[in-house]
């Protein structure tokens, strides 16, 4: 069963506009929710990461956006930039448990 | 400094060959993971080293499959017998004492051929 629901599985944007993926989890003790970024041939990046307490995080041209009623939560990348292209993961961590559960990715492809 | 290295990059192998793979993690990190990542998909968990505790195991999909760690230091991750299905990219992470950030390598891609 899958833990987190990521969409799209693809995205294409044009140089300069917004780019956003969305996730979605079941799993109410969940309590960090980071987002990954990987690039062709290499591991995932810490990108940037947010707790339920707050409803949204912003870190340069990178913002999540967290829904706690509706469990739900967003990367929003604006101005995006061809160098973003890359495959985005969300994933959620419990305290106290082991491990992070992944969504299943978002490749996406900025145009110039 | 230093990040979290894995050896070797790529591996290919025969079906029913044993083969191992190595994880530096980051100097002072004491928290270890495993996880695999097949073409196009998610990364999957395997097994979880937390200092001297008794590692989590409970990812590993069959008795294949092992993993040792030498205190807070490197660990090896061992299949026996590989399976075409085994063929994937294995990449290991690393937390510091405090906080959950994970930390990855580049990760080993495996062939079984």
């Known amino acids: 069963q899958q833990q987190v629901k990521q969409s799209p599985q693809s995205l294409i944007v044009q140089k300069g506009g917004i780019s956003i993926i969305n996730c979605a989890y079941e799993n109410t003790a969940f309590d960090y929710f980071p987002w990954y970024q990987q690039f062709p041939g290499k591991g995932p990046a810490l990108l940037i990461a947010i707790r339920p307490d707050v409803s949204e995080k912003k870190e340069g041209r990178f913002t999540i956006s967290f829904n706690k009623s509706a469990k739900q939560f967003s990367l929003h990348i604006m101005d995006s930039q061809p160098g973003d292209s890359a495959t985005y993961f969300c994933?959620?961590?419990?305290?106290?448990?082991?491990?992070?559960?992944f969504g299943t990715g978002t490749r996406l492809t900025v145009i110039p | 400094g230093a990040g979290v290295s894995q050896s070797p990059s790529n591996k290919v192998t025969e079906k029913g060959k044993d083969v191992e793979l190595r994880c530096d993690p980051i100097?002072?990190?004491?928290?270890l993971y495993w996880y695999r990542q097949r073409l196009g998909q998610g990364l999957e968990f395997l097994i979880y080293?937390?200092?001297?505790?008794?590692?989590?195991k409970s990812g590993l999909p069959s008795d294949r499959f092992s993993a040792e760690r030498t205190g807070e230091s490197v660990s090896t991750l061992t299949i026996q017998r590989t399976q075409q299905e085994d063929s994937a990219v294995y990449l290991c992470?690393?937390?510091?004492?405090?906080?959950?950030?994970?930390?990855f390598g580049p990760g080993t891609r495996l062939t079984v051929t």
């Open positions: 994933a959620a961590f419990q305290t106290g448990a082991n491990n992070l559960f």
């Open positions: 080293f937390q200092g001297n505790s008794a590692p989590d």
């Open positions: 100097s002072g990190h004491t928290a």
């Open positions: 992470a690393s937390s510091p004492p405090t906080g959950n950030e994970q930390y």
